[in-house]
């Protein structure tokens, strides 16, 4: 892990791009977006809830990222409104429900699974949402673009809530076997991936943020780390651990 500071012009290149985001209304995704309007980019922000802000370069299209029928609508308005996809931030996420043995049997005596709906939203809802953003920009002129995806610090370490560890360890799957693909496609477009450790949104009750004290970042921090994936200079499948407000790149090894 090699830690690194975040400089202002690290994003420059984002002004005037076109962002699609999930996750967009609240906690690190509002931060992004803020952030990104600050930097004069326009966002299209598809949430089950309304975001609590207005701005003449933010477009809100309600969307349920569960509903692959609302994730095409919100990229077909993107394409309706901008006339292209320059970025795509995967990023809506629950914070998950189970919190127990596997083998224990539930009161109807009947094996407890994983929650789907976590793994429809954490894991097939950011899939979903970046397949369709790749297809956007692989046929789009001229083509090209970057995906980021919001994996956390529990892709890639113990953490007993079961179905969220799970769909983030997948999130993280995911863009592994996407780099190699996107790679040998020769077209111009990346995929990366932020792992926020404990950060201060409406997900992470406060009796842990109280208790995590300095452990805690803020969303606008972790949304330093989207923008820096996101902009042109980013490279193909980076890594980036946040913590404690502190960003640390996570080298990948490969496998032949
Ligand atoms: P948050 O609850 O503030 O934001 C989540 C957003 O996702 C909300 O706006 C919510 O309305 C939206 N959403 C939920 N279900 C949706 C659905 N089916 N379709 C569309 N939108 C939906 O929480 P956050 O902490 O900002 O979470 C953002 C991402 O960051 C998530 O993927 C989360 O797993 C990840 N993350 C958070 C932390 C943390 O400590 N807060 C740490 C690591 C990763």
Redesign the pocket.
């Known amino acids: 892990m090699t830690e690194f500071t975040i400089q202002d012009n690290d994003f420059a290149s984002l002004a005037g791009k076109v962002v699609v985001m ?9 931060a992004t977006t803020k952030l990104l309007l600050d930097l004069g980019a326009s966002v299209v922000s ?4 309304s975001p609590p802000i207005e701005h003449e370069k933010l477009a809100f299209i309600k ?4 509903k692959w029928t609302d994730l095409k609508a919100l990229f077909k308005r993107t394409k309706e409104l901008h006339s292209r996809v320059d970025h795509v931030f995967a ?5 998950g429900r189970a919190d127990y043995m596997a083998d224990e049997l539930d009161e109807h005596g009947e094996l407890q699974e994983p929650s789907t709906l976590t793994l429809d ?2 894991l097939k ?1 950011v899939i979903n949402t970046a397949y369709l953003g790749i297809h956007y920009m692989r046929h789009q002129e001229p083509a090209g673009g970057s995906v980021v995806l ?5 892709s890639f370490q113990r953490f007993r809530v079961t179905d ?1 560890c799970t769909a ?1 360890h997948g999130v993280l799957g995911f863009m592994r076997g996407m780099v190699p693909n996107l790679q040998t496609s020769g077209l111009p477009i990346r995929i990366n991936a932020l ?10 009750p406060e009796a842990i943020t109280h208790a995590l004290g300095s452990g805690v970042q803020t ?1 606008e921090v972790v949304a330093r780390s989207a923008a820096l994936l996101m902009a042109d200079n980013a490279r193909q499948g980076q890594l980036i651990y946040s913590w404690q407000g502190r960003f640390m790149e996570i080298e990948e090894g490969v496998l032949m």
């Open positions: 999930t996750g967009g209304s609240s906690g690190i995704g509002l598809g949430d089950i809830n969307t349920d990222v569960t990023n809506a996420g629950i914070s939203i954490n809802g919001t994996a956390s610090a529990s969220y983030k792992s926020p450790s404990w950060t201060v949104t409406g997900m992470v969303p």
